[in-house]
């Protein structure tokens, strides 16, 4: 089939018919822009406008895809050969499709990438929770914890913590005008012993005066632990202070 050969034909029977292209539209009910990108060869009729248009124009469904009147001939050849131009014109649809779903696809990854490298992609991160109290391995009390900053996606695909950490056993030394910086790597960390995996978070920036590296963080999964200046360790539950323990335990206690 030949696009050009098809729109030339749409031309000429529409003219011979004495119709404005706005008329041929107004018939099959489309626009004329459709009708004018048809006979400019710059697209082609949908499958199911093909017998409207036919008819509309005198022709038969062969002719029109084969763009050009042709002389009477077998009807099984024509219904043959006018199946195999219905299923390349299926083709050519399913082809402008997929170009169409890459494209859309690219320009949302180059979006996404885009504010990525910026730092916008951000979900708030405000979180009040209970927390258990260590000492010597031992639970103490029960005490609260307030997460308030944002959870901000930055490459090379790690999500990054951006705000404060507040608990009252800490209110003495805690600056509430710093900002508290962990970074969580996009990759599981399965040395820990807890039952499901879990993210490591590492502080980025210098740590405040109170909080004792390293931290253990599973924000999506609600899980924490870590070491204030004492040696109290502050846990969301038994399971994160013992990943704490066996993950930075000997750590800490060898750092001066």
């Known amino acids: 089939m030949d696009r050009q050969k098809t729109g030339a034909l749409i031309a000429q029977m529409r003219k011979e018919r004495g119709l404005t ?22 697209g082609f009729p949908d499958v199911s406008m093909l017998i409207p248009l036919a008819e509309a124009l005198g022709l038969s469904v062969l002719e029109l895809l084969r763009g050009e009147q042709s002389a009477p001939c077998d009807s099984e050849g024509a219904a043959r050969l006018a199946l195999d131009s219905i299923q390349q014109v299926q083709g050519w649809k399913r082809q ?6 890459v494209c859309a696809a690219l320009g949302v990854g180059a979006l996404v990438l885009w504010l990525a490298v910026c730092g916008l992609i951000s979900l708030p991160a405000n979180r009040t929770c209970l927390a ?14 307030r997460w308030s900053g944002t959870l901000q996606f930055r490459l090379p695909l790690r999500w990054e913590f951006r705000g404060q950490i507040q608990t009252p056993l800490a209110q003495t030394t805690l600056d509430p005008d710093r900002e ?20 490591n978070g590492s502080i980025r920036e210098r740590e405040g005066p109170f909080l004792s590296a390293p931290f253990y ?3 999506w999964g609600g ?34």
């Open 21 to 42: 292209q706005r008329e041929l539209a107004e018939q099959l009910h489309i626009s004329d822009r459709a009708v004018s990108k048809w006979e400019r060869g710059a």
């Open 96 to 101: 402008e499709r997929w170009r169409q779903s």
């Open 132 to 145: 258990r109290v260590y000492q010597d391995g031992q639970q103490q009390e029960l005490t609260l914890v």
């Open 180 to 199: 508290l910086h962990l970074a969580l790597p996009l990759t599981w960390d399965k040395a820990t012993s807890l039952s499901h995996q879990s993210w």
């Open 217 to 219: 963080l599973d924000w």
């Open 223 to 256: 899980e924490f632990a870590f070491s204030l200046s004492d040696g109290t360790i502050i846990a969301s539950s038994s399971d994160a202070c013992t990943a704490w323990t066996q993950e930075f335990g000997e750590k800490a206690s060898a750092s001066p």
